[in-house]
């Protein structure tokens, strides 16, 4: 029997990135929060679509270009449909896109996270593998993450990787959480091993 736990660790921020815009209203520059709805706007065979943002302080709103001038024909029927319905599965992945314009954008650290087991048991366990799939973007930082889900604390955690038992790649734990990354954490000798598996898991200990 395997002595190595993989599971994977699905990762939903709880909300999207806001820009920080200039606010006529408030006179100030401030954060802009995605309203979810979408506007579309046809002129004869063309077609402009904006997702609407809102001002956090006075819900004054700013329009996010999706499509500009687009004829109609190179567009695919349900995305159509999709946009004029102000589709909340579509809102949420447009909130989510790559900013292209050179803008303060402000991410966050709430997420939720999904775990399954792929192979492996909890007890005993020698070594734990951690697959993240990150399907949007998020501001939280990979110490931050394992720590919260393992329940241990940062200066734990960070012990553990000077210790050579924690490591993350690519990149390193204080870099932000990004589809693809894998965990590896050694438990040989770990005093608290087992449940360190378990909260792995998502499971009781």
Request: charged share 25%; glycine share 6%; net charge positive.
């Amino acid at each position: 029997m395997s002595d190595v736990l993989c599971v994977q660790w699905t990762i939903i921020p709880a909300n999207a990135p806001e820009p920080w815009l200039n606010c006529n209203r408030c006179r100030s520059t401030m954060p802009f929060r995605t309203s979810g709805k979408i506007r579309v706007n046809a002129n004869g065979k063309r077609v402009d679509a904006w997702l609407i943002y809102k001002c956090t302080s006075c819900d004054n709103t700013w329009n996010r270009p999706i499509l500009e001038r687009r004829h109609v024909s190179t567009i695919e029927p349900h995305l159509l449909a999709s946009l004029q319905a102000s589709d909340p599965e579509l809102s949420r992945r447009l909130a989510f896109e790559e900013w292209r314009r050179k803008l303060k954008v402000e991410h966050f650290d709430g997420v939720t996270v999904r775990k399954k087991v792929v192979s492996g048991n909890a007890r005993p366990a020698a070594r734990v593998e951690i697959a993240c799939v990150v399907p949007e973007t998020t501001g939280l930082r990979v110490d931050r993450l394992v720590a919260s889900e393992l329940r241990l604390s940062r200066s734990r955690i960070q012990s553990m990787q000077n210790a050579g038992l924690l490591a993350a790649w690519p990149g390193d734990l204080s870099r932000p959480l990004r589809d693809g990354l894998r965990v590896r954490i050694e438990l040989h000798g770990v005093h608290d091993g087992d449940e360190i598996a378990l909260a792995a898991t998502g499971r009781e200990t």
